[in-house]
């Protein structure tokens, strides 16, 4: 498996600023319908999991993610509000430990385009209720 060390990582930083603006809009106002997540990730047909998988609702700002596990099972911990959602990869979270910060890693063997939300071709709709979804990337 071939990868690349980034220096910066676009992806997460608009996903920690929809996470924070997210926190100062929810008020008193009436919550919108949610749905729980979970599914599977594969490469070419085969389970994938060396990344995160990433939710984005272009149009709300909502947003969810959670690293892949073993086999390219994923669950989000908490539901998320309905909608339609951009499905994109970023970087396993890597804790922090003492010392210097170890550069982010990319696997390049996925296609460059699953690795950002602008350019993925994946859309997800997430109804009311239990959602599970198979999220296929395909190399070609």
């Known amino acids: 498996m071939t990868q690349r060390n980034l220096i910066s990582n676009p992806s997460g930083t608009l996903f920690a600023a929809v996470a924070?603006?997210?926190?100062?809009?929810a008020g008193c106002s009436e919550s919108p319908p949610v749905g729980t997540v979970a599914g599977t990730v594969s490469l070419d047909g085969k389970p994938y999991?060396?990344?995160?998988?990433?939710?984005l609702d272009a149009k709300t700002g909502q947003a969810a993610g959670t690293d892949i596990a073993d086999g390219g099972q994923f669950t989000f911990k908490e539901p998320i509000p309905t909608g339609t959602y951009d499905v994109y990869l970023a970087p396993r979270t890597v804790p922090m430990e003492e010392g210097s910060p170890e550069a982010v890693k990319i696997d390049e063997s996925v296609p460059e385009k699953y690795w950002?939300?602008?350019?993925?071709?994946i859309e997800v709709?997430?109804?009311?209720?239990?959602?599970?979804?198979?999220?296929e990337l395909?190399?070609?």
């Open 20 to 25: 924070l603006l997210m926190t100062f809009s």
């Open 49 to 55: 999991d060396d990344a995160a998988v990433m939710f």
């Open 116 to 121: 950002n939300e602008t350019t993925t071709d």
């Open 125 to 135: 709709v997430v109804n009311e209720g239990e959602n599970s979804v198979t999220i």
């Open 138 to 140: 395909k190399k070609s």
